[in-house]
């Protein structure tokens, strides 16, 4: 059971149902998931929860299968049973197949290994992988410039003398 209870629909507040509404014509469904109900109790919370996964999850330079599947991945390696099942069932309903599932759950058990052995053992990433970051591409979504780039540190004039 959610900790502070599910907010339905029928009991939910004009502003709740105003999100709720805008989830069930997003998603073209005709009900509210569990997760929306229970983050219900902080309407702020709930909108902007819901604002940025209807941005993030929109159509964009990666599909909505691709997409479905990256949350299903980091939501196993969080260990989070909802977000599993909820993005197992979305992934399969954009076109994820068994082996696919299979395929994606063998890469991220990988992926979490191997992040462990590179973590514990503090290795040094490679100069060839510590490049600087490409030009911004002007066609992706403007809310993105900028994340997940590392500064490249340039030699200045004076350490070049």
């Not at 599910?6 to 469904?29: F, K, P």
């Not at 209807?54 to 599909?63: F, H, N, Q, R, T």
């Not at 030009?135 to 590392?150: E, K, L, W, Y």
């Amino acid at each position: 059971m959610a900790t502070l209870g599910l907010i339905e629909y029928h009991a939910a507040s004009r502003e709740v149902r105003a999100i709720y509404d805008d989830i069930m014509a997003t998603r073209n469904a005709d009900r509210i998931n569990n997760f929306w109900k229970a983050i219900a109790h902080d309407p702020v919370m709930l909108r902007r929860t819901w604002l940025s996964v209807k941005e993030i999850m929109s159509p964009g330079a990666l599909d909505a299968r691709t997409k479905e599947m990256l949350y299903l991945a980091v939501s196993a390696s969080n260990q989070c049973g909802y977000c599993i099942a909820s993005h197992t069932a979305a992934a399969r309903k954009a076109g994820m197949t068994d082996a696919m599932l299979a395929e994606l759950m063998a890469v991220v058990g990988m992926a979490n290994e191997t992040n462990r052995l590179a973590s514990g053992y503090r290795v040094e990433i490679d100069e060839q992988f510590d490049t600087p970051p490409r030009a911004i591409d002007t066609t992706a979504r403007s809310n993105t410039r900028g994340r997940g780039t590392r500064a490249h540190r340039t030699p200045s004039a004076r350490s070049r003398k």
